[in-house]
């Protein structure tokens, strides 16, 4: 299911291999200050295109590996994204750092490869549309000291403590919890950060076609 692609444009060195004049030759680890910068300008390049294709960009990543830049795009909507999507998403962001690179931009110095894919279960639960998109699913969350908003103040526990449950309802404003022993609703603000966890009961029910390796759901474009 993984697709990959090769394009046979080096973006910032020539074609007989020599960086152009003034260009950065080294070979070693970019300072942290530079990859963040460069975030910050593929983001302004690649947020518009994923928004325009009615996705959400959940996270956007620049790594070194050897001489090359790794950039990382992760999208999702609600009822999930499919493989044609992701194949889609990444030909248009291709599309637009090519554009953004010929008009004079230094978007990505030296050769990289674009990764796009859709969240693996791993992805922690930080955001409303989170939550929203993982009704009935097992999570665990650490619920902080606030406790139970319902709950009348003397009867909150104190300090952090996790919580497993299913989620059963998810708004802007709050989620609702059915644990063992009870429902309860709880704010964002109460929150950590959720995890999905894996339940081995629903894995029959994936249709037989559906891989659950995360890495099939990458398209690659390799520069």
Known sequence: MTQ?????????RSRGGQAPRGAQTSSGPAPRGDLTARRERLRSVIAPVVDGAGYDL????????????????IVDADGGINLDAVADVSR???????????SGGDIVAGEYQLEVSSPGVDRPLT???????????????????????????????????????????ADDE??????????TELTYP?????????????????PDSEDLDDDDDVEDEER
């Open 58 to 73: 959940e996270d956007l990543s620049v790594s070194r590996a050897g001489r090359r830049h790794v950039v990382r795009v």
């Open 127 to 169: 955001l409303p549309r989170h939550w929203r998109r993982n009704v009935g699913r097992l999570v665990r969350v650490t619920v902080r000291g606030a406790g139970t908003p319902s709950a009348p103040q003397g009867d909150r526990p104190a300090g952090d403590r996790q919580v497993a449950g299913r989620v059963i309802a």
């Open 92 to 102: 248009a962001v291709s599309a637009a750092l090519d554009a953004a690179e010929d």
């Open 4 to 12: 990959r692609g090769r394009a046979t444009r080096t973006t910032g």
């Open 190 to 206: 109460d929150l950590g950060p959720g995890r999905v966890q894996i339940e081995f009961s629903r894995l029959d029910e994936l």
């Open 174 to 183: 709050r989620v609702v919890l059915e644990t063992e022993t009870e429902r």
